[in-house]
């Protein structure tokens, strides 16, 4: 009876010794809830979710953690999503379950745990996937990445930068403030194009928030700078688009700046010659 009806027999040998991940998995499916609860508490008791998430897969993971959720009280549900972002972070080709998994388990924990794990190893992060998760909590953890940005690895302020991007908070945009002046010139260059691909700043504030960047010592710093305010910036970039076209010597830079002045020239013409005729049509008519 290997897989068979659960007993409550079973539980006492369980507490001398864990029963195989498989057949817990199993045998979970034919508990009834107060079996369930008794099981989960000698699992805490036991400190079996740590043995679960070493030895089974991925699916059978995520499903027996969401099960025994329900029965964890608040001082083993922070372990247990320790262990879950630990998962997270190992060599697992299903990063998506377990992204899901800490969806469903969820509480304020969750986001320190989850950067925490990705600040350790970020090139195994989906920035989309863990933004969504951090979704509920995205200005608050756009803040944390603020206040931690300047004392992180290149590689994680690199993740983060693309992070900030995704999450899209006024938390966020101060990420983009500090890496705009970063040692790291590839990660200047990712904080004007992210600026640019995320929409948190335009207008007015563009220009100034832009300005270390416009006037950075290298040209694709400054080239992207560029990019970002012909993009967003409207009628009120070509000025400043103007001065720099005038007075920066890098190539690069001035073609960005000529390619933007000249479209804006364009559709102005375009727009003149409409106006123009559209009231020649209406004179017509009063002819």
């Known amino acids: ?12 040998k369980w507490r001398i010794k864990p029963p ?7 045998m979970w499916l034919k508990m009834g809830e107060n079996e369930r609860s008794e099981a989960a508490a000698c699992a805490w008791e036991q400190g079996w979710p740590e043995q679960w998430l070493d030895n089974i897969s991925d699916q059978a993971a995520y499903k027996m953690l969401t099960a025994v959720w329900p029965y964890a009280d608040a001082a083993t549900r922070k372990p247990l999503l320790s262990l879950a972002v630990r998962r997270l972070g190992g060599d697992s080709k299903q990063h998506t379950l377990l992204l899901c998994l800490l969806n469903e388990l969820h509480d304020d924990d ?5 950067l925490a794990a990705a600040f350790s190893e970020p090139d195994k992060y989906d920035v989309t996937e863990a933004a969504a998760l951090l979704a509920p909590w995205q200005e608050a953890c756009g803040m944390a990445l603020a206040v931690r940005f300047a004392d992180m690895p290149p590689a994680a302020r ?5 992070l900030s991007g995704e999450l899209k908070s006024g938390g966020t945009l101060r ?13 200047r260059v990712l904080a004007a194009k992210t600026v640019q691909t ?7 504030d563009l220009l100034d928030f832009l300005a270390p960047a416009l006037a950075d ?6 080239m992207a700078a560029c990019e970002t305010l012909g993009l967003l910036g409207g009628t009120a970039a070509i000025p400043t688009l103007r001065r720099i076209l005038a007075a920066d010597t890098a190539w690069q830079v001035k073609a960005m700046c000529s390619s933007f002045i000249d479209r804006w020239e364009k559709r102005l013409a375009e727009d003149i010659l409409r106006d123009e005729g559209e ?9």
């Open 110 to 114: 969750t986001p320190g745990l989850l």
């Open 198 to 204: 995320s929409h948190l700043c335009k207008g007015e």
């Open 217 to 222: 010592v290298l040209p694709n710093v400054r």
């Open 158 to 162: 690199r993740w983060t930068v693309r």
């Open 279 to 287: 009231l020649y049509l209406k004179d017509g008519d009063k002819q």
């Open 1 to 12: 009876m290997l897989f068979g009806g659960y007993k409550p027999a079973m539980l006492e």
């Open 175 to 187: 990420v983009l403030e500090a890496a705009l002046i970063d040692a790291e010139a590839d990660i």
């Open 20 to 26: 195989a991940a498989a057949k817990l998995v199993k």
